[in-house]
């Protein structure tokens, strides 16, 4: 039970670290710790809660309350924040002071990522292939459509109105449980990046009290469509998420035309530490994702014994 808790937190703290960075989903990370699934139900149930106790239903309250994974889902939720709250410093330094190494990493996670989503199609298809091509083109292209992942970005500099972190709340949560799609880059288009991460680090707490009210919602209407679709059609929602990863590399690419632009340039400089950096990136994902497959089994081994 401990070690489960402990492992949970942990889980929590790299989807909590990934969320921080525009261009990387805390859903990859997840979907490659293998509780991504796990995830989604538990969420699911939570807003099935709160839509029945908004409607006075009590006993469909209890029902999906108890539907949750509480020892699952709380310390995963305090990983999540407490990456959150004493990384988004140091992320923001890294990614104004060493844009093309972090880049670089961050490429070779979401790579390493795609290769183990892939395992976990249950009956790869043709048709799985297509869908993963056809998503990642669109998503390649359309992450064209705005740059800034790097100092511009971080640095933006507004003063936005409460409704404004209510609404960029909702919309980034569902990027966040989405492989491949990554809610600060989305805040990054809304323009909402700089304050939101500013809130963090200033400990605005109004700011980031209606931030999280807005995710609450967004990912309480979010979940039910997701949980239904990866119980319906399991492999195809997965193929879709593969392509999300795939053409989320765009964002990822250490040398854009300019600091606000996912142009794609030609490498330069010191080429070799990139491709270095973006090669321990995927090995890492690829041992975490093979030890956390072992880690659960193992679980899951411990429990029926008892």
Known sequence: MILNIVLSSVRGFAMGAADIVPGVSGGTIALVLGIY????????AGSSALGHILKGDIS?????????????????GFGILLAIVTLAH???????????????????????????????????????IWIMIAVGIVVFILLGLRGGTTE????????????????????????????????????????MYGPVLAAVTDRDLGALLTFSVGAVVGLALFSQVLDRALRSHHDA?????????????????PWPLGVNSTDLGAPDGDILVSVVAALIGFVFVVVVARSAQNLESSSADTGAAD
């Open 152 to 191: 511009d970005s971080v640095s933006q500099i507004l003063d936005p109105s409460l409704w404004a972190f209510f609404g960029a709340g909702a919309i980034a949560i569902c990027a966040m449980i989405l492989p491949g799609i990554s809610g600060s880059f989305l805040l990054v288009i809304l323009g």
């Open 237 to 253: 929602v997965l193929a879709t998420l593969i392509g999300l990863m795939a053409g989320s590399v765009r964002v990822l690419w």
């Open 90 to 128: 140091l992320i923001e330094t890294l990614l104004v002071e060493e844009p093309i190494l972090m880049a670089s990493i961050f490429l070779g996670l979401v790579a390493g990522s795609v290769v183990v989503a892939f395992r976990l199609i249950k009956a790869p298809q043709a048709m799985h």
């Open 37 to 44: 699934e796990r995830l989604v139900h538990s969420v699911k």
């Open 60 to 76: 469909g309250f209890k029902r999906w309350m108890g539907a949750v994974e509480w020892a699952f889902i709380l310390p995963l």
